[in-house]
């Protein structure tokens, strides 16, 4: 999810991209995130809020007038390491950029989907959200609405 929100925003690359259960608020996530990964990104990152330029400097959601493509953004409604408001305000902002995106939230699932419903709709969505941003005919696509397409 973050490699994918990063790769999007700091790099011209890819014409579309998924992100499952994605980072795109690192400041957001230094206090949002469950105790057991509190100070998980001071090693990765930097000790917050000292380093905070750092964090926005890294966070995808600071960049979003880098994006030029496509986003689908898969979530479960119960994720405590990477809460639902990652993915909602970075679809709020590419909504408001006016990018095509999709965001699903999957109900009772946590970081890492784990019921089999599930699994198979964000892969069988994930599918048709590449079928319509490419025009490929997909046999029975799942029924996936994209803002702003």
Do not use: W
């Amino acid at each position: 999810g973050y490699t994918t929100l990063s790769a999007l925003a700091f790099r011209d690359v890819f014409t579309a991209g998924t992100s499952l259960y994605g980072i795109g608020d690192l400041t957001l996530l230094a206090g949002d995130t469950h105790k057991f990964e509190s100070r998980y990104l001071d090693g990765l990152v930097g000790e917050f809020p000292k380093e905070r330029s750092l964090y926005e400097q890294r966070s995808p959601i600071f960049s979003v007038d880098a994006f030029s493509c496509p986003i689908l953004l898969l979530q479960g409604d119960e994720d405590k390491v990477v809460p639902p408001n990652q993915a909602e305000t970075m679809h709020a902002a590419l909504l408001q950029k006016g990018l095509p995106t999709c965001l699903k939230l999957y109900q009772g699932e946590q970081h890492g989907f784990r019921k089999a419903e599930h699994i198979e709709d964000a892969l069988d969505s994930e599918l048709a959200f590449y079928g319509k941003i490419y025009g490929i005919d997909i046999p029975d696509p799942v029924e996936l609405e994209i803002d702003n397409l």
